[in-house]
């Protein structure tokens, strides 16, 4: 499984590749089997205005199901990165759910509340 990382108007300070790539890696690292490659983008919304405008953009090619994108804005880049990465693990683990047992997704999406 390939990551890759791109920084779009965030400085790629020394050592935040390792980071990256070892905190997906540990987060996605169960899922290798059904991950084609992962895309990190980590980008500075805001530029120099401040404020919380460190994004994290996941992108995941998994096989025979429909990528996995999402978004997280925090002040802080390695913030982002770390919600991110706990992120990916709920949802990489909720799509393999559905599809291992698509009954009962669907039965627990139309429970009565």
């Not at 935040?16 to 905190?23: I, K, N, P, S, W």
């Not at 096989?63 to 999402?70: G, S």
Request: with cysteine; net charge positive.
């Amino acid at each position: 499984m390939r990551i890759d990382l791109r920084c779009d108007g965030v400085e790629a300070a020394p050592g935040l590749q390792e980071y990256v790539t070892r905190r997906m890696s540990f987060a996605i690292g169960r899922f290798r089997d059904h991950i084609q490659w992962a895309r990190i983008k980590l980008a500075d919304v805001n530029g120099p205005r401040g404020g919380a405008d460190k994004r994290c953009v996941v992108q995941l090619r998994l096989r025979n199901l429909p990528d996995v994108v999402f978004a997280i804005t925090q002040l802080d880049v390695r913030a982002a990165v770390d919600e991110a990465a706990d992120r990916v693990g709920r949802v990489l683990a909720q799509r393999l759910r559905r599809q291992r047992n698509p009954r009962a997704a669907l039965a627990i999406s139309q429970a009565p509340a």
